[in-house]
């Protein structure tokens, strides 16, 4: 019995953690295609969204007690709003001029900017982690039993996991129906095809890019909020990380589609979490690199992805 | 590889002692049998068996999206064939089965070069340079695998050697001035030739080109026929060729192969080739003649003697 | 000198700075406007709306200059300029503690940055000015950045031209540099810093530069250089003691072994993943670097993990050890070089020797370097950076290619980490962070793709000056990401990128005839 309550534990960690990497992943992603580049600075985005969380946290705090639904609410708008203009600043300062380089120029560039804004961070809140203390407490408790040594060992579903496993789904949906079904979403999709040709018939490339940039920011910053709630801390330095493993999981989903993205996150969190939990703890950044190399080897479209037929 | 290699080594000794070439019953240099390609459902090729001598032009022609390039990409090994062999003659060794060597191997150990439709040249490399890239495996050596060239020992004779003969090839194309400048910086035309001098300085018994009329003004492509024609009569090799332009086909090919939609639809000289029904109607389809694209009406008009320059 | 801006553009003009005041706001008042400050028991929010307030004011005062320099009002600009410039630069120099209540901003270093733009802004549009002749107009100035970039591109083509020049004379300052009056252990310890910088920088250059490929993580050949080194020349490494060794071995046999392991690190790491995209293959070299850096923390049998290997020796000379603090024991069994010599020890001898030695296998490098690039390998690495295709066709093994090409790259990597671990006396994994490859990969980018003598410029600019002014350690990482991301959109080969071919038909001077070829 305890065996499977371990199990169920891990299980519902993974899938935690697997939401954030599959909504930052899913920024990776959408910005890979739509101009072919690998938006390096995304990971700083999620940070720059848990600092945001944070502060409009501590504010509402200061400003008295809020019906916390309503806070959240409030937090979750605000992180949105002020990363998605870090999204769009950066595409507009740093990556619009690059669009015709080399993929590389455009890569070196983005990790130009990734540095500047973790220092950014840095310089500006200090190096210090930040805590933030829990918002949500409570859950119910799904197994009960005890472990090897006797002691009570509880499984529960916290209220916070259910929160994020809910607005994850919500998101996801809301961002297909998005991706799908509008005029936006269908812009996006020739922009993808071809550019210039999308240009021709009258689509406004710049805009259309520019909004890919602040949907992944967006994205990020629900991720960061999440983060936040479900870590309670944060420093100029998860960004690079959770950008990393972030990015393995676009690749594992199979880079440019959507819900790739989000399966390659949840795959992506619950190897981490599982290598963690069975074999060892400070391996598993090495089990995720891993996989990456793996994946970009044996399967570079990944699980979802489109063949790409080398053109001569 | 074990079955193969009986059957070549009998092949193999019917090269061999060679001195007299012009024997009649001379194995033709390149054979393509039952040649099939497939990616995922679409059959690019299929089932196309043709013949390529020695000192001949072979022309391969055929309407777009015939699967023309695809067999050129089977050839030099950017695709492995689904189904098919491809050998090559060499005098005095085994033949070569193209489709199972890896792609470089087919330029340095088979002798097969080729162009690109899209062309291919190191742009930042000047001229000079881009033919000296070409003879990198003999030069490789001389230069002992690298550690002998460091401090110089006999590299530079060998070095010499490779320069005089990108300056023959350079006079051939008429732009020994040119050798210092930058590839990139040649007009389109002149690209051209440059890339087929370029494959020429790999040494090869087989020459493939992809297109090299393309976007060639009347006179750079008589130029081109000239230097063709030189080729095969001057270095006695075999040259395969994808073309759009009948000036080109009609007037330089020995035989001509015409594909459509992925099959084999007429092989012979271009006299053959020209009366085919099978040809006319996969060019005409069923329609009238105002329907003919100009390329065609000009090619059914002008009968193959005209050189490029009398268009409509 | 009115402002004289076409009444149909003036709604323009204000959604302009309108729009830019908001961005601005927007990106500003969250992280710059509240600063979370721990106090005891948890933390707070700090206000600082002041300095919001100062970077919206900034950013308008900006957007105006550039709009008015684009109707052609420059004469407004250069005088507004000129005269924040100077405003600035007078209170920044004399006007004491005084002025930091009115400043924008609390950081001096902020406060120059203004005054240079506001300089750089006055100077700037004086020129244009000049150029037109006519103080305004409407003026199309498409032309301007390109003649900038002409400027560089004929800067960066004399020096790549006289490179044997200034490479002689940059050695012969480097040869006298530790006899010069004035200078100090600490600008010697500097200099060596600074040299082992231009190793990695010229290492990484061969793997980026000439052969295109973007190596994220070539910090994994400099920790495993460093660690090499270190598992045999320290006599407190984990593997001597199992070894049952008491004494580390020679710096001379250490050095050339951390090399051969780098290389064979990079053959190994390589090997798998060459064949990737470009892209991606940036990523991966990056998951390498992390994986050896977690295994370093981890393996605490073999590295000592986070508490890393310490007591590594400096370089013997002719046998002798040229170490000063020796306990007893090991005192009986070697012999100092100063002693032998019968000088007083002098911790600055040992560093000056350390400099020679890092000086000599940098130049080393160089002669490699230059010497590679016209043998058929090195044009095989800039063929495969130009066309991998192509070459395919032409007969290049690109893989072989590829992992020369990242075999020698890590091989000085390794090396340059031998000469961080004696320099430092300790390695740990906390030196071979992501930040090392990326500051690596900004001396690169810095310098110029392929340049030599850019990689110098830049390791002095990049790592040099921080070390002399301390007080700008603290935005020098700031700063690398801020200059990467300008080089690429200004200049994306790199500041004093310019190629010269590897080989001429015609010598140098018929190039002038045919005109273009840079």
Same mark, same amino acid.
């Given at each position: 019995?305890?065996?499977?309550?371990?199990?169920?534990?891990?299980?519902?960690?993974?899938?935690?953690?697997?939401?954030?990497?599959?909504?930052?992943?899913?920024?990776?992603?959408?910005?890979?295609?739509?101009?072919?580049?690998?938006?390096?600075?995304?990971?700083?985005?999620?940070?720059?969204?848990?600092?945001?969380?944070?502060?409009?946290?501590?504010?509402?705090?200061?400003?008295?007690?809020?019906?916390?639904?309503?806070?959240?609410?409030?937090?979750?708008?605000?992180?949105?709003?002020? @990363?998605?203009?870090?999204?769009?600043?950066?595409?507009?300062?740093?990556?619009?001029?690059? %669009? !015709?380089?080399? %993929?590389?120029?455009?890569?070196? @560039?983005?990790?130009?900017?990734?540095?500047?804004?973790?220092?950014?961070?840095?310089?500006?809140?200090?190096?210090?982690?930040?805590?933030?203390?829990?918002?949500?407490?409570?859950?119910?408790?799904?197994?009960?039993?005890?472990?090897?040594?006797?002691?009570?060992? !509880?499984?529960?579903?916290?209220?916070?996991?259910?929160?994020?496993?809910?607005?994850?789904?919500?998101?996801?949906?809301?961002? @297909?129906?998005?991706?799908?079904?509008?005029?936006?979403?269908?812009?996006?999709?020739?922009?993808?095809?071809?550019?210039?040709? #999308? #240009?021709?018939?009258?689509?406004?490339?710049?805009?259309?890019?520019?909004?890919?940039?602040?949907?992944?920011?967006?994205?990020?910053?629900? !991720?960061?909020?999440?983060?936040?709630? %479900?870590?309670?801390?944060?420093?100029?330095?998860?960004?690079?990380?959770?950008?990393?493993?972030?990015?393995?999981?676009?690749?594992?989903?199979?880079?440019?589609?959507?819900?790739?993205?989000?399966?390659?996150?949840?795959?992506?969190?619950?190897?981490?979490?599982?290598?963690?939990?069975?074999?060892?703890?400070?391996?598993?950044?090495?089990? @995720?690199?891993?996989?990456?190399?793996?994946?970009?080897?044996?399967?570079?479209?990944?699980?979802?992805?489109?063949?790409?037929?080398?053109?001569? | 590889?074990?079955?193969?290699?009986?059957?070549?080594?009998?092949?193999?000794?019917?090269?061999?002692?060679?001195?007299?070439?012009?024997?009649?019953?001379?194995?033709?240099?390149?054979?393509?049998?039952? +040649?099939?390609?497939?990616?995922?459902?679409?059959?690019?090729?299929?089932?196309?068996?043709?013949?390529?001598?020695?000192?001949?032009?072979?022309?391969?022609?055929?309407?777009?999206?015939?699967?023309?390039?695809?067999?050129?990409?089977?050839?030099?090994?950017?695709?492995?064939?689904?189904?098919?062999?491809?050998?090559?003659?060499?005098?005095?060794?085994?033949?070569?089965? +193209?489709?199972?060597?890896?792609?470089?191997?087919?330029?340095?150990?088979?002798?097969?070069?080729?162009?690109?439709?899209?062309?291919?040249?190191?742009?930042?490399?000047?001229?000079?340079?881009?033919?000296?890239?070409?003879?990198?495996?003999?030069?490789?050596?001389?230069?002992?695998?690298?550690?002998? &060239?460091?401090? &110089?020992?006999?590299?530079?004779?060998?070095?010499?050697?490779?320069?005089?003969?990108?300056?023959?090839?350079?006079?051939?194309?008429?732009?020994?001035?040119?050798?210092?400048?930058?590839?990139?910086?040649?007009?389109?035309g002149?690209?051209r030739r440059?890339?087929?001098?370029?494959?020429?300085?790999?040494?090869?018994?087989?020459?493939?080109l992809d297109e090299p009329a393309a976007g060639l003004n009347p006179?750079e492509s008589a130029d081109l026929n000239?230097l063709l024609?030189?080729?095969?009569?001057?270095?006695?090799?075999?040259?395969?060729l994808i073309e759009h332009d009948m000036s080109v086909v009609?007037q330089i090919?020995?035989?001509?192969?015409?594909?459509?939609?992925?099959?084999?639809?007429?092989?012979?000289?271009?006299?053959?080739?020209?009366?085919?029904?099978?040809?006319?109607?996969?060019? +005409?389809?069923?329609?009238?003649?105002?329907?003919?694209?100009?390329?065609?009406?000009?090619?059914?008009?002008?009968?193959?003697? &005209?050189?490029g320059?009398?268009?409509? | 000198?009115?402002?004289?801006?076409?009444?149909?553009?003036?709604?323009?003009?204000?959604?302009?700075?309108?729009?830019?005041?908001?961005?601005?706001?927007?990106?500003?008042?969250?992280?710059?406007?509240?600063?979370?400050?721990?106090?005891?028991?948890?933390?707070?929010?700090?206000?600082?709306?002041?300095?919001?307030?100062?970077?919206?004011?900034?950013?308008?005062?900006?957007?105006?200059?550039?709009?008015?320099?684009?109707?052609?009002?420059?004469?407004?600009?250069?005088?507004?300029?000129?005269?924040?410039?100077?405003?600035?630069?007078?209170?920044?120099?004399?006007?004491?503690?005084?002025?930091?209540?009115?400043?924008?901003?609390?950081?001096?270093?902020?406060?120059?940055?203004?005054?240079?733009?506001?300089?750089?802004?006055?100077?700037?549009?004086?020129?244009?000015?000049?150029?037109?002749?006519?103080?305004?107009?409407?003026? *199309?100035?498409?032309?301007?950045?390109?003649?900038?970039?002409?400027?560089?591109?004929?800067?960066?083509?004399?020096?790549?031209?006289?490179?044997?020049?200034?490479?002689?004379?940059?050695?012969?300052?480097?040869?006298?540099?530790?006899?010069?009056?004035?200078?100090?252990?600490?600008?010697?310890?500097?200099?060596?810093?600074?040299?082992? =910088?231009?190793?990695?920088?010229?290492?990484?250059?061969?793997?980026?530069?000439?052969?295109?490929?973007?190596?994220?993580?070539?910090?994994?050949? =400099?920790?495993?250089?460093?660690?090499?080194?270190?598992?045999?020349?320290?006599?407190?490494?984990?593997?001597?003691?199992?070894?049952?060794?008491?004494?580390?071995?020679?710096?001379?046999?250490?050095?050339?072994?951390?090399?051969?392991?780098?290389?064979?690190?990079?053959?190994?790491?390589?090997?798998?993943?060459?064949?990737?995209?470009?892209? =991606?293959?940036?990523?991966?070299?990056?998951?390498?670097?992390?994986?050896?850096?977690?295994?370093?923390?981890?393996?605490?049998?073999?590295?000592?993990?986070?508490?890393?290997?310490?007591?590594?020796?400096?370089?013997?000379?002719?046998? =002798?050890?040229?170490?000063?603090?020796?306990?007893?024991?090991?005192?009986?069994?070697?012999?100092?070089?100063?002693?032998?010599?019968?000088?007083?020890?002098? *911790?600055?001898?040992?560093?000056?020797?350390?400099?020679?030695?890092?000086?000599?296998?940098?130049?080393?490098?160089?002669?490699?370097?230059?010497?590679?690039?016209?043998?058929?390998?090195?044009?095989?690495?800039?063929?495969?950076?130009?066309?991998?295709?192509?070459?395919?066709?032409?007969?290049?093994?690109?893989?072989?290619?590829?992992?020369?090409?990242?075999?020698?790259?890590?091989?000085?990597?390794?090396?340059?980490?031998?000469?961080?671990?004696?320099?430092?006396?300790?390695?740990?994994?906390?030196?071979?962070?992501?930040?090392?490859?990326?500051?690596?990969?900004?001396?690169?980018?810095?310098?110029?793709?392929?340049?030599?003598?850019?990689?110098?410029?830049?390791?002095?600019?990049?790592?040099?000056?921080?070390?002399?002014?301390?007080?700008? *350690?603290?935005?020098?990482?700031?700063?690398?990401?801020?200059?990467?991301?300008?080089?690429?959109?200004?200049?994306?080969?790199?500041?004093?990128?310019?190629?010269?071919?590897?080989?001429?038909?015609?010598?140098?001077?018929?190039?002038?005839?045919?005109?273009?070829?840079?």
């Open positions: 019995m305890y065996h499977v309550a371990y199990f169920l534990d891990q299980l519902i960690n993974g899938v935690t953690l697997g939401a954030i990497y599959g909504l930052v992943a899913i920024g990776y992603t959408m910005v890979y295609g739509i101009i072919g580049m690998i938006n390096f600075a995304h990971g700083e985005i999620f940070m720059i969204a848990s600092f945001v969380s944070l502060i409009v946290f501590l504010l509402l705090g200061l400003a008295g007690g809020v019906w916390l639904p309503l806070a959240i609410l409030i937090v979750l708008l605000a992180a949105m709003l002020f @990363t998605a203009v870090y999204g769009w600043t950066l595409e507009r300062v740093a990556y619009r001029r690059l %669009r !015709a380089s080399p %993929r590389l120029a455009a890569l070196i @560039t983005a990790i130009g900017m990734s540095i500047f804004l973790q220092n950014y961070v840095q310089l500006l809140q200090g190096a210090r982690n930040k805590p933030l203390p829990p918002q949500i407490t409570g859950g119910v408790e799904v197994v009960n039993t005890t472990n090897q040594a006797g002691q009570a060992y !509880a499984v529960s579903l916290s209220y916070l996991q259910m929160l994020i496993i809910v607005l994850t789904i919500v998101l996801m949906v809301v961002f @297909t129906v998005l991706i799908t079904r509008t005029a936006l979403g269908r812009a996006q999709r020739a922009c993808e095809q071809d550019r210039s040709m #999308a #240009a021709l018939l009258g689509i406004n490339v710049d805009r259309t890019i520019a909004l890919t940039f602040v949907m992944g920011a967006s994205l990020a910053a629900v !991720a960061g909020l999440i983060f936040m709630l %479900r870590y309670g801390a944060t420093d100029f330095f998860v960004g690079f990380l959770t950008g990393l493993k972030a990015f393995t999981a676009a690749v594992l989903g199979g880079i440019g589609s959507l819900p790739g993205a989000m399966l390659g996150g949840l795959l992506i969190g619950l190897i981490e979490v599982f290598f963690a939990g069975y074999f060892n703890l400070e391996y598993k950044d090495v089990a @995720t690199f891993t996989v990456l190399v793996l994946v970009l080897i044996f399967r570079p479209t990944g699980l979802l992805g489109k063949p790409d037929i080398e053109k001569v | 590889m074990t079955a193969a290699a009986g059957d070549s080594v009998m092949n193999g000794s019917t090269g061999n002692g060679s001195a007299a070439n012009d024997r009649a019953d001379r194995r033709p240099l390149l054979t393509v049998e039952h +040649l099939t390609m497939r990616f995922g459902g679409l059959v690019a090729i299929d089932d196309v068996s043709f013949r390529a001598e020695d000192r001949k032009i072979t022309a391969i022609i055929g309407p777009n999206g015939a699967g023309k390039t695809t067999v050129f990409n089977c050839l030099t090994g950017f695709y492995k064939p689904t189904v098919g062999r491809l050998t090559l003659q060499r005098e005095g060794r085994m033949p070569a089965y +193209l489709e199972r060597m890896e792609g470089f191997r087919i330029a340095s150990e088979a002798r097969v070069a080729r162009t690109f439709q899209n062309i291919r040249l190191f742009p930042k490399m000047t001229l000079l340079e881009n033919l000296v890239v070409a003879q990198h495996n003999k030069l490789m050596r001389a230069s002992g695998y690298t550690v002998r &060239g460091l401090f &110089g020992f006999g590299y530079g004779r060998e070095e010499q050697k490779a320069v005089e003969q990108a300056r023959y090839w350079l006079e051939q194309i008429g732009l020994v001035d040119r050798a210092d400048d930058d590839a990139d910086s040649l007009p389109y002149d690209q440059l890339e087929i001098a370029r494959a020429m300085c790999t040494e090869p018994v087989l020459l493939c006179r000239a024609t030189f080729i095969r009569n001057e270095h006695r090799i075999g040259i395969l009609m090919s020995d035989h001509i192969v015409v594909l459509d939609y992925g099959r084999k639809i007429s092989d012979g000289d271009p006299e053959f080739v020209r009366q085919d029904p099978a040809v006319i109607r996969a060019y +005409l389809g069923e329609e009238e003649e105002e329907d003919l694209p100009d390329i065609v009406r000009q090619d059914l008009s002008a009968d193959g003697a &005209g050189g320059g009398d268009r409509p | 000198m009115a402002v004289n801006i076409p009444p149909a553009d003036r709604k323009g003009v204000l959604i302009e700075l309108g729009g830019t005041a908001l961005v601005v706001f927007a990106l500003t008042v969250s992280l710059v406007g509240f600063h979370i400050k721990d106090i005891s028991g948890g933390i707070t929010l700090d206000l600082r709306f002041v300095d919001v307030a100062s970077a919206v004011a900034i950013a308008i005062v900006v957007r105006g200059w550039l709009i008015l320099m684009r109707h052609g009002h420059y004469r407004i600009v250069t005088v507004s300029a000129a005269a924040v410039a100077v405003l600035l630069i007078v209170s920044l120099l004399f006007g004491g503690a005084g002025v930091q209540t009115w400043l924008p901003f609390k950081a001096k270093l902020l406060q120059w940055l203004l005054a240079i733009l506001s300089a750089g802004f006055a100077v700037g549009s004086a020129v244009r000015m000049a150029r037109e002749g006519r103080p305004a107009g409407s003026a *199309q100035d498409g032309a301007v950045p390109d003649e900038q970039a002409a400027l560089m591109d004929r800067v960066s083509a004399q020096v790549q031209r006289n490179a044997l020049w200034i490479g002689a004379i940059l050695f012969l300052a480097a040869a006298v540099f530790p006899f010069m009056p004035g200078v100090n252990l600490q600008y010697l310890d500097i200099a060596v810093l600074v040299l082992t =910088y231009i190793m990695l920088g010229w290492g990484l250059n061969i793997v980026v530069g000439l052969a295109g490929l973007l190596d994220l993580g070539y910090v994994a050949f =400099y920790a495993v250089g460093a660690y090499s080194f270190a598992l045999f020349a320290s006599p407190d490494s984990p593997l001597l003691q199992d070894l049952g060794w008491t004494e580390g071995v020679s710096f001379w046999l250490c050095l050339p072994f951390a090399g051969l392991m780098a290389a064979l690190a990079g053959v190994a790491l390589g090997f798998p993943v060459l064949r990737l995209r470009g892209d =991606y293959l940036a990523i991966v070299t990056l998951g390498f670097g992390e994986m050896i850096r977690v295994t370093l923390l981890n393996f605490y049998s073999l590295t000592k993990g986070p508490d890393g290997i310490s007591n590594i020796p400096p370089p013997s000379l002719l046998g =002798y050890s040229t170490q000063s603090k020796m306990d007893e024991e090991t005192l009986e069994n070697t012999t100092e070089f100063h002693t032998a010599m019968g000088w007083e020890f002098d *911790q600055a001898d040992t560093t000056i020797l350390l400099y020679f030695v890092i000086l000599a296998m940098a130049l080393a490098t160089n002669f490699f370097t230059v010497r590679v690039r016209k043998l058929p390998v090195g044009r095989a690495w800039e063929a495969l950076r130009e066309d991998e295709i192509a070459c395919r066709s032409l007969g290049i093994n690109p893989t072989n290619t590829k992992l020369t090409a990242f075999g020698f790259g890590a091989m000085f990597g390794g090396f340059a980490g031998s000469f961080f671990a004696t320099r430092q006396t300790f390695v740990s994994p906390e030196s071979f962070t992501f930040i090392e490859s990326a500051v690596i990969l900004a001396i690169v980018v810095l310098g110029g793709f392929g340049s030599q003598i850019g990689v110098v410029v830049a390791a002095f600019l990049l790592i040099g000056l921080p070390e002399i002014f301390r007080e700008l *350690q603290e935005y020098r990482m700031l700063f690398f990401g801020g200059s990467m991301v300008l080089i690429m959109l200004w200049r994306p080969a790199g500041l004093l990128a310019h190629r010269e071919p590897t080989i001429r038909m015609h010598g140098r001077r018929a190039r002038a005839s045919t005109g273009s070829g840079g």
